[in-house]
């Protein structure tokens, strides 16, 4: 694998995300933002950086840009402006959740690398996927891959990413056509370099076809007739939506379902899911296409990073039951007493 | 374009594509392959010219963009556009197998920048809105004091019904016992809102069917 010097010397870092996020705690005693790229590389990056999708990328550029993107990100400079410095005392509240999130989910982290072992329940959808993986084998068909609408800057579409890496990894093992039309030439290349990678680990290399991975067209119903064309007259034995889709999603699956293909779609997108529910045999909800990475690899870090984000959503249920029971309370008798402590709560979400 | 003749063309391609609800047939690929071809030369234009030219070109050489830019007149160049410039070429250095590991610089910029922009974004859209939101009284009273019960209802349903949804999407504990309970109700509150979601979404798509008709009405109207 080829790097430049400086990214080969970097990546050679092992804890190199760590020691940006010391720098970045010394600089949190007088900087919100530093806090918020704190936990920018405690918790998305750490998710980004440990999945297969981006394990061939230069991991510095990747923590560089994260860090930078998020210094540069809204609402924070919205609301700071331009020229206010680093601390930005209106959204003291997002630093306090930003440290809660991110530290529980960076105790999970160094609990579950400490080798502490993590439940995941069972997601019916990623239980089928080796099945339709066989099933595609015995049959001699191949297995259509949609990797959804959006480009790489969407999170939807790196969790797809890290997706097509475990499916890719399953389908060199039973020596399965693999077909990917995109609709991004970006998303095409990062495709590429995920299935080839799977390819490589799994030990066949050589049935690797770059081929297969191609671009079809930007415009969303351009592509949609062309995948279409594509189930109707290769007849994939699987058909996997996973990613952001849009109205297209429909039209997909009921061709898909139409030739009598196991069918598993995700995306994280409401309005689209119900569609994928009627037409496909399981949908992976929301945050279950999130999940799904730490569910396939079983990545002790991935696992813990899940962890922590369950312990976010208990501190989200606390409060809407405490926020809720203080509003209540305070509709019902009028205290003014009740009214300041419901205005502390509501200050953390504002 | 006589307008008469781009009548024909949309008509033959709106049936060619419609004629998919029987089977695969030549028509079919004939409409797709044009329409992905065209589509894909016509965004590649655009994006030439609504993107690079103004965003780029325009701030790197804004003399000789002014003819096509019009913001460009009389601007100095702007050098830190040499920035993404150069990690624009990279990405097509995936052309040339030699150079190829370089494209991946410019990759992991996008990623990571993805992903450092997102987060704040997410923290206010999808987790501090939606919280402050769903605090909300479960008794409503009017001004005099007596009780809403619409409103009430109203309220406990949606307090209840994100509590069930946020305990179905807990992956780290078994869903048995009482959390089995509220993770089951939480699967309903989801479906029943996908219920109506999909009601509302296919109203709303019947309006890209009544587009097409009205093309294919204009088009019989030409003709009779």
Same mark, same amino acid.
């Given at each position: ?33 530093? &806090? ?40 924070? =400079? ?32 160094? $609990? ?16 089928? /996927?080796? *099945?339709? #993986?066989?099933?595609?084998? *015995? ?9 959804? =609408?959006? !480009?790489?800057? *969407? ?34 290349? &990062? ?60 039209? +997909? ?42 569910? +396939? ?31 209540t309370l305070e509709s019902i008798t009028g205290s003014e007493t009740v009214r ?11 | ?48 010219? !609504?993107?690079? /030219? ?17 913001? %460009? ?21 995936? $052309? ?6 370089? @494209? ?21 859209? !999808? ?14 009273? !009017? ?10 209802? @109203?309220? /406990?349903?949606?307090? =209840?019904? #994100? ?15 009482? $959390? ?15 219920? %109506? ?28």
């Amino acid at each position: 694998m080829h790097h430049l010097p400086t990214t080969r010397i970097l990546c050679g870092v092992p804890h190199l995300s760590r020691l940006l996020c010391a720098v970045c705690v010394f600089a949190a005693v007088s900087s919100q933002r530093a &806090v918020l790229a704190f936990a920018a590389l405690f918790s998305l990056p750490r998710a980004v950086l440990a999945s297969s999708a981006v394990s061939t990328l230069p991991r510095a550029v990747l923590a560089f840009a994260a860090l930078f993107s998020l210094l540069q990100a809204d609402p924070v =400079l919205a609301q700071a402006g331009a020229e206010s410095g680093w601390f930005n005392t209106d959204r003291t509240q997002a630093l306090v959740l930003g440290i809660i999130l991110t530290g529980a989910i960076l105790l999970y982290v160094v $609990l579950a690398s400490a080798g502490r072992p993590l439940f995941i329940r069972k997601i019916a959808g990623l239980e089928t /996927v080796e *099945e339709a #993986v066989g099933r595609a084998t *015995e049959m001699g068909k191949p297995i259509l891959y949609v990797p959804g =609408l959006n !480009d790489m800057d *969407e999170v939807q579409t790196i969790a797809s990413m890290n997706l097509l890496g475990h499916l890719a990894t399953i389908i060199a093992g039973y020596d399965s056509r693999l077909h990917v039309p995109v609709r991004k030439s970006l998303v095409m290349s &990062v495709a590429r370099e995920t299935v080839q990678q799977s390819y490589l680990t799994a030990g066949r290399p050589d049935a690797y076809q770059e081929d297969d991975i191609h671009y079809v067209s930007d415009a969303q119903f351009a592509y949609a007739a062309a995948v279409d064309g594509i189930i109707v007259r290769e007849k994939p034995a699987a058909c996997f939506y996973l990613g952001g889709f849009y109205a297209e999603s429909l039209i +997909l699956a009921e061709t898909g379902n139409s030739i009598g293909a196991i069918q598993i779609a995700g995306t994280a997108r409401p309005p689209q899911l119900p569609f994928f529910v009627a037409a496909c045999d399981y949908t992976l909800i929301g945050e279950e296409l999130f999940a799904a990475s730490a569910y +396939l690899s079983k990545e002790p870090r991935m696992l813990g990073s899940l962890k922590g984000q369950d312990a976010g959503k208990g501190i989200a249920i606390v409060f809407i039951l405490a926020g809720s029971a203080l509003a209540t309370l305070e509709s019902i008798t009028g205290s003014e007493t009740v009214r300041e402590v419901s205005e502390i709560v509501l200050w953390l979400f504002r | 374009m006589d307008v008469t003749l781009m009548l024909w063309i949309d008509a033959a391609l709106t049936l060619m594509i419609l004629s998919f609800l029987y089977r695969d047939n030549p028509f079919y690929k004939f409409a797709e392959h044009l329409f992905v071809g065209v589509s894909a030369a016509y965004l590649m234009a655009v994006g030439f010219w !609504d993107h690079l /030219v103004p965003n780029l070109l325009g701030k790197l050489f804004p003399s000789l963009m002014s003819g096509v830019v019009p913001g %460009a007149v009389g601007r100095s160049p702007d050098y830190y556009y040499l920035i993404p410039a150069i990690f624009g070429l990279l990405l097509l250095t995936r $052309l040339i197998d030699r150079w190829a590991w370089l @494209s991946r610089w410019a990759l992991a910029f996008i990623v990571g920048g993805a992903a450092g922009f997102n987060l704040p974004r997410f923290l206010d859209s !999808d987790f501090i809105i939606q919280v402050q939101s769903t605090m909300i009284p479960l008794v409503v009273l !009017d001004a005099s004091g007596n009780l809403l019960w619409g409103a009430s209802f @109203s309220h /406990v349903v949606l307090v =209840l019904g #994100v509590i069930c949804g946020l305990v179905y999407f807990f992956f780290s504990v078994e869903h048995k016992g009482v $959390l089995g309970h509220v993770s089951r109700a939480g699967i309903w509150v989801l479906m029943v809102t996908f219920g %109506a979601a999909f009601g509302y979404t296919v109203m709303a798509r019947i309006s890209l069917l009544t587009g097409r008709m009205e093309a294919l009405g204009a088009w019989l109207g030409s003709i009779f």
